[in-house]
C-alpha cells in the first residue's frame, strides 16, 4: 500500500505545472482556411485575432519548431496537424514526412474533401501515423447540411476507399460532433463504423460555440445556434449512457468513458466545469497558423516560431507562470472537452 501511495504521488507530482513539466499535447493549426460552412465551426469567417499584414510562417520556420520540439518531448510524441482543413496547407505533407522522420507520430483532422487517388498516394509516402475524417451521419443529407457544402458525405465515402487502397498501414478513424442536429443517427452511425472493416474508430466530440463568434455564456440560447444544441436532455443522455454501453461491449468507440460521462454533464449544464480536478491544459502546446505558440489560446500567447524556438518559449517564466494559471482555469472549452480529456489521450494507441 505505501509503494502504490508513494507511485501515485510521484505521478501527481509529475503532472503538475512546474520546472520540468513536458507537453502531452500537441496541436499545429496549420491553417485557417476551408472550403466548407460547417454550421458548427466558422473557420471560414475572418479570425479577429488575425492583425492585419501578418502572414503564416515559411515551411523551413514549421520545421524548425518541429526539431525544436523534439528537444523537450519523448520520442513517439503525437504532433496533430489541423485546421482549417490542414490539406488546404501546401506541404503539409512534407511537413508530416519532416515529423515521422524526427520520430514524431503524426494525425490529420481532415474533412476529407480533397483526398483523391493522387492525394491519398501523397498522404501513404508521407508517413502519415494516423487520420480522422469527419462524418457527422450515415445519412448524406445530414452530413452535407451540417458541412454546408453539397457532395461532402459522398467524398468522404470515396476518400476512405482511396485511403484503404493506398495507404495500408495508416490507421484510419471517424470523428463526429454530437449536436442537435444529428442527434438521432449517432447510434446507427456508431453501428456503421462498427461494422465497416477499413475504419478502426469513431470518436465523438461535442457542440462547441463556434469559432469566430463574440463569446457569449449563454450562446447555445442564440437563435444563430440553437439547432446546434441538443434540446432534449434526457434524449442525449440516453444517446451517451448507450454509447457508454457499447464502449463496455468492445465497439470501436475510442472516447474513455470518463469523457463520455463529462459529456452528460456539459449537455446538462454547460456553465458547470466537467472535470473533477484541475485543467490539464496546462501540459498542451498549440501552434497557430500565424506562428504564435500558446499554451491554451484563452491564455498569453508565449512567442512565435517565426522568431523564437519552442522548447525557449515552452521552458520560459512566462510560460510556467501561464501553466499554472491554465491549471486553474474552470471554463469547459473545445481543446479540453473534445481534444485532451485527461486519461484519455492520446486514444489510439
Known amino acids: 500500500m505505501v509503494k502504490k501511495f508513494l507511485i501515485d504521488l510521484c505521478q501527481r507530482l509529475e503532472r503538475l505545472p512546474g520546472e520540468n513539466t513536458k507537453p502531452n499535447f500537441c496541436c499545429f493549426a496549420i491553417t485557417e482556411e476551408c472550403m466548407l460552412r460547417c454550421q458548427m465551426c466558422r ?41 482549417g482543413e490542414p490539406l488546404l496547407k501546401e506541404g503539409v505533407l512534407e ?18 474533401y480533397l483526398i483523391d487517388e493522387a492525394k491519398a498516394r501523397e498522404i501513404a509516402d508521407s508517413g502519415l501515423s494516423t487520420i480522422n475524417i469527419s462524418l457527422d451521419s450515415f445519412r448524406e443529407e445530414t452530413h452535407d447540411y451540417v458541412r454546408g457544402l453539397p457532395g461532402v458525405y ?10 484503404d487502397t493506398h495507404c495500408p498501414s495508416l490507421k484510419k478513424g471517424i470523428c463526429t460532433i454530437i449536436c442537435g442536429i444529428n442527434l438521432d443517427d449517432i447510434l446507427e452511425l456508431t453501428n456503421v463504423v462498427q461494422a465497416d472493416q477499413r475504419l478502426e474508430w469513431i470518436y465523438f466530440m461535442a457542440a462547441m460555440q463556434p469559432n469566430n463568434t463574440p463569446p457569449q455564456v449563454r450562446w447555445y440560447e442564440e437563435d444563430a ?5 441538443p434540446q432534449d436532455t434526457r434524449k442525449v443522455h440516453a444517446v451517451l ?12 468507440i475510442v472516447n474513455q468513458i470518463p469523457q463520455l460521462r463529462a459529456f452528460k454533464s456539459y449537455f446538462a449544464n454547460p456553465a458547470k466545469f466537467v472535470k473533477t480536478a484541475e485543467c490539464n491544459m496546462s501540459r498542451a502546446l498549440h501552434i497557430s497558423a500565424m506562428g504564435d505558440v500558446f499554451v491554451c489560446f484563452r491564455w498569453a500567447r508565449l512567442g512565435t516560431i517565426k522568431t523564437s524556438r519552442v522548447e525557449d518559449l515552452w521552458l520560459s517564466d ?7 494559471d491554465v491549471a486553474g482555469c474552470k471554463h469547459n472549452c ?13 486514444y489510439f494507441f
Open 318 to 324: 512566462q510560460a510556467k507562470s501561464v501553466r499554472r
Open 95 to 112: 511537413l508530416v514526412k519532416y515529423a515521422a522522420d524526427n520520430g514524431f507520430t503524426t494525425n490529420i483532422a481532415t474533412n476529407a
Open 241 to 252: 449512457d448507450r454509447l457508454i454501453e457499447l464502449k463496455r461491449k468492445g465497439h470501436k
Open 225 to 229: 445556434f440553437r439547432q446546434l444544441w
Open 43 to 83: 473557420k471560414w469567417k475572418t479570425d479577429a485575432a488575425v492583425k492585419p499584414g501578418d502572414t503564416p510562417p515559411s515551411l523551413s520556420q514549421w520545421k524548425q519548431a518541429i526539431g525544436s520540439l523534439r528537444q523537450i518531448t519523448d520520442k513517439g510524441f503525437l504532433i496533430n496537424f489541423g485546421g
Open 154 to 163: 459522398r467524398r468522404a465515402q470515396e476518400a476512405i476507399a482511396h485511403l
Open 334 to 346: 473545445h481543446f479540453l472537452l473534445n481534444c485532451f480529456f485527461e486519461g484519455d489521450f492520446p
